[in-house]
């Protein structure tokens, strides 16, 4: 059974842009969570999508978006980027319809560097 | 609001030594706890999971307890081995997962 998978793997932007990052769940899966992981910061929670519906999120500004498809696959937007977005992003899934219950299975990430 | 501590933030020890790793946690109220171990650059691997009804879970060299009520997780592990060098994190599930800062751990061979 395939993992999951993110694309692309890496990721270099500038100011001022935007990015979309995708992710695709292990097949049977429904919850899509976001997280991002900087040194500083460490892993803090993005946002969890379920049946194409945001269920939960984190403190992170507007900028940050999210969508998730019919087939569970998921993208993550980031508009206006800033330095500070510089970081690696990680996607997770799960079975069950909450995903905070269920163990969750991450990709490898994206590592998005803004310049 | 919950906050998960790690201690200590990194740990090095030789080859073939039982090992203890700790989480703390603030509030109790929580559905389960998670460990995960992260390699360089990498994404997380899900080590064991434990509900907030269950005591402990045990997986090969790996044991994690849980007790809620003095908001404390171990992770052991016994009979380390090289490969078991990378940062360990654990992570309390309320209405997310909460994460600590982690364990980074190097077995000297």
């Known amino acids: 059974k395939a993992g999951v998978t993110q694309t692309p793997r890496y990721l270099i932007k500038t100011r001022g842009q935007q990015v979309t990052l995708s992710c695709s769940p292990i097949s049977g899966h429904r919850s899509v969570s976001w997280y991002q992981q900087t040194p500083g910061q460490g892993l803090q929670f993005l946002f969890e999508?379920?049946?194409?519906?945001?269920?939960n999120k984190g403190n992170f500004p507007g900028r940050f978006s999210g969508r998730q498809f019919s087939n569970s696959r998921s993208e993550m937007n980031v508009s206006t980027l800033e330095l500070g977005d510089s970081a690696l992003y990680l996607c997770?899934?799960?079975?069950?319809?909450?995903?905070?219950?269920?163990?969750?299975?991450f990709g490898p990430g994206t590592r998005l560097t803004v310049l | 609001k919950q906050e998960v501590t790690q201690i200590p933030a990194a740990l090095s020890v030789p080859e073939g030594e039982n090992l203890v790793l700790n989480c703390s946690f603030t509030?109790?109220?929580?559905?389960?706890l998670q460990w995960f171990r992260q390699d360089p650059g990498k994404g997380l691997t899900s080590l064991l999971l434990i509900q907030s009804s269950q005591r402990e879970q045990t997986s090969g060299r790996l044991n994690a307890s849980l007790d809620k009520s003095s908001g404390r997780s171990t992770l052991y592990i016994a009979a380390s081995q090289p490969g078991d060098s990378a940062t360990y994190l654990c992570?309390?599930?309320?209405?997310?997962?909460?994460f600590g800062t982690g364990t980074r751990l190097k077995v000297l061979a």
């Open positions: 992570a309390v599930g309320t209405y997310k997962y909460i």
């Open positions: 509030d109790s109220a929580i559905y389960n």
């Open positions: 997770a899934s799960s079975r069950s319809g909450q995903a905070f219950t269920d163990t969750q299975y």
């Open positions: 999508y379920f049946s194409e519906t945001q269920r």
